[in-house]
Each structure stands twice: as C-alpha cells, then as structure tokens.
C-alpha cells in the first residue's frame, strides 16, 4: 500500500469534498469512468477556467489526464487509478480513451491536452502568476520559462530539470519539495512524462503547499519550442499520435506500434469482464517504474 503521505482516496460522490470551488462545481453529469479511472468530461476552456480561479485563489488542485498509454498502465497500477479519484480535475488527453468510451460506455469525452489550454490560464493570470517548471531537460526547462514570462508576463518562481531522484522518499525530492513549498508557485508544472509525473504527484501531494499542480507532459518542449504541435484538425481525426511517431520514433515507437494493440486488448478485456479484471495489488508504483522515462 502506499505510505501514509500518499494521498488519501476520495470516493467518486465525494468529489465536492475536496475544498476546491472548481472541484464542487462538477456534477455527476460532468463525471466520466473509463476501464477504473475517473475523469471529468469538461471543455477546454472549462478546465482553463477552473484553474485559473483555482491559482488566483491560492487554492490546491490537482490536474492530471489520461491517454490509452496511461489507461493501460492504470489495469494494473491501483494507485494511479487513486490518483485520478483524488484528482480535481482528471480529464482525456486522446483518441484512444474517446474511442474506448464510446465503445464501453456510450460517451464520449470531451479530448484537450495542457498546451492547448495553459496559455489561455495564464494570459488570464498574467502577472498574477508564478510559475515553477520541474521536468525536461536544464536546457530546455529554463528556455521554456524564458519564453512563458515573454510571452504572458508571468513570473518564474523557479526551474528544475527531470533528471534528478523522483523517488519516494529520496534526498532529492524532498529536497525539491522543499525548495518549491518556500517559492510558494501559484502554478506547478510537471513535465516528467507517464507515469514518472503521476507517481510524483503521488507520492508527494500531501508534502505540497496549495497551488495548482498540473501533470503537464510535453508542455516543457512545446514551450520552448522544440516541438511543434500539430493543427487541430489532426488532433481531429484522431491521428495526432501518428505524427508524434513519424517526429519522435526512437522515443515513441514502443508506445504507439505495440502499445496501441495492447490497448485495444485491454479495452476488449473490460467489455468482456469488466473491473473483475482490474488489478487490486497495490504495489506503489513499481510497474510503473519500469516504464518510466524524462520528457
């Protein structure tokens, strides 16, 4: 089981529970599950709203997603699928978790992804914003911050890379932790990738002084420009993770060209059996470990 600082589960019907405005504004109608995981079938620029009311009131709230990479990392990892129960908002960043909806539960989520909707939150916040990137490479990570306070006039509260100690309980991370609760960012950003950034937030949640908190991806190559997001009509029709393959093979080859079939595998599973399926171990993320790697 994960230790005490880990965060504590929030049943489904619990969610206004949570202290966050944005949090009791959801309805059951805005509540979605996908194959154990829980997410909030919100439009973009709800959840961008959301979250700027959130950072303004230095309220804490967390914001994760989930592509079918993650969905099928969750059948067998409890904890991430607490995660997204905990979660304030959790929303579908995919193709693959809309088609598996549809096909499971006869709904289909609204899809957006961080870079679509920060820059929309913090133009809203402008000045009024600190922000503190963790993730990526040093280079890459102190560009994006560069650009963002260019860009929206934002502050930079601080700068880490990925390439440190996540681990539970490491010098490193509570040293990292530290450091951010004295920065005090009304916005954090996290760009360690699935699910190294999930298990993070994870295992770290409870130590965190109030402030959004976002499993962030990409965004930190996005932001610095080092990738370049394709148009949204091909976000559209569904094949945007066909142009990150053809950009980034060598990273994402694995992902897509065995993990896609797995997936579809996965989503039959459910249909056939439903949660009976789902793994009750509760092994603190350590298949997920396995999986890791730094955007």
Same mark, same amino acid.
Request: hydrophobic residues 45%; aromatic residues 8%; contains cysteine.
């Given at each position: 089981?994960?230790?005490?600082?880990?965060?504590?589960?929030?049943?489904?019907?619990?969610?206004?529970?949570?202290?966050?405005?944005?949090?009791?504004?959801?309805?059951?109608?805005?509540?979605?599950?996908?194959?154990?995981?829980?997410?909030?079938?919100?439009?973009?620029?709800?959840?961008?709203?959301?979250?700027?009311?959130?950072?303004?009131?230095?309220?804490?709230?967390?914001?994760?997603?989930?592509?079918?990479?993650?969905?099928?990392?969750?059948?067998?990892?409890?904890?991430? %699928?607490?995660?997204?129960?905990?979660? /304030?908002?959790?929303?579908?960043?995919?193709? =693959? &978790?809309?088609? $598996? !909806?549809?096909? @499971?539960?006869?709904?289909?989520?609204?899809?957006?992804?961080?870079?679509?909707?920060?820059?929309?939150?913090?133009?809203?916040?402008?000045?009024?914003?600190?922000?503190?990137?963790?993730?990526?490479?040093?280079?890459?990570?102190?560009?994006?911050?560069?650009?963002?306070?260019?860009?929206?006039?934002?502050?930079?509260?601080?700068?880490?890379?990925?390439?440190?100690?996540?681990?539970?309980?490491?010098?490193?991370?509570?040293?990292?932790?530290?450091?951010?609760?004295?920065?005090?960012?009304?916005?954090?950003?996290?760009?360690?990738?699935?699910? %190294?950034?999930?298990?993070?937030?994870? /295992?770290?949640?409870?130590?965190?002084?109030? =402030? &959004?908190?976002? $499993? !962030?991806?990409? @965004?930190?190559?996005?932001?610095?420009?080092?990738?370049?997001?394709?148009?949204?009509?091909?976000?559209?029709?569904?094949?945007?993770?066909?142009?990150?393959?053809?950009?980034?093979?060598?990273?994402?080859?694995?992902?897509?060209?065995?993990?896609?079939?797995?997936?579809?595998?996965?989503?039959?599973?459910?249909?056939?059996?439903?949660?009976?399926?789902?793994?009750?171990?509760?092994?603190?993320?350590?298949?997920?470990?396995?999986?890791?790697?730094?955007?």
């Amino acid at each position: 089981m994960p230790s005490d600082h880990a965060l504590s589960i929030v049943p489904a019907n619990r969610l206004e529970e949570t202290g966050s405005t944005a949090a009791m504004a959801s309805t059951e109608a805005d509540i979605i599950e996908v194959m154990g995981l829980r997410m909030h079938n919100l439009h973009r620029d709800v959840i961008a709203a959301r979250v700027v009311e959130a950072a303004a009131a230095k309220r804490k709230m967390l914001v994760v997603n989930a592509n079918a990479h993650f969905v099928v990392l969750s059948q067998r990892n409890p904890w991430m %699928r607490d995660l997204f129960a905990r979660a /304030d908002i959790a929303f579908c960043d995919g193709a =693959g &978790v809309q088609l $598996a !909806a549809r096909f @499971l539960t006869g709904q289909v989520p609204h899809r957006t992804t961080p870079p679509e909707w920060i820059g929309s939150v913090l133009e809203q916040l402008g000045s009024k914003a600190s922000v503190f990137w963790l993730g990526g490479r040093q280079e890459a990570v102190e560009e994006a911050a560069r650009r963002y306070e260019e860009r929206y006039g934002v502050t930079t509260a601080g700068v880490q890379h990925g390439y440190f100690d996540a681990s539970r309980g490491s010098l490193e991370t509570l040293a990292l932790v530290e450091r951010i609760n004295q920065l005090a960012p009304s916005i954090l950003l996290v760009n360690m990738g699935m699910p %190294r950034q999930e298990q993070w937030l994870w /295992d770290n949640w409870d130590r965190l002084q109030p =402030g &959004v908190a976002v $499993a !962030a991806g990409a @965004l930190v190559d996005h932001a610095a420009g080092r990738v370049r997001r394709p148009p949204r009509w091909v976000a559209n029709l569904g094949i945007e993770w066909l142009v990150r393959l053809i950009r980034e093979p060598r990273r994402l080859w694995r992902r897509y060209v065995l993990g896609l079939p797995v997936f579809g595998i996965y989503v039959l599973r459910f249909a056939l059996f439903g949660s009976k399926r789902l793994s009750s171990r509760s092994n603190g993320g350590a298949s997920a470990d396995k999986t890791t790697h730094v955007s």
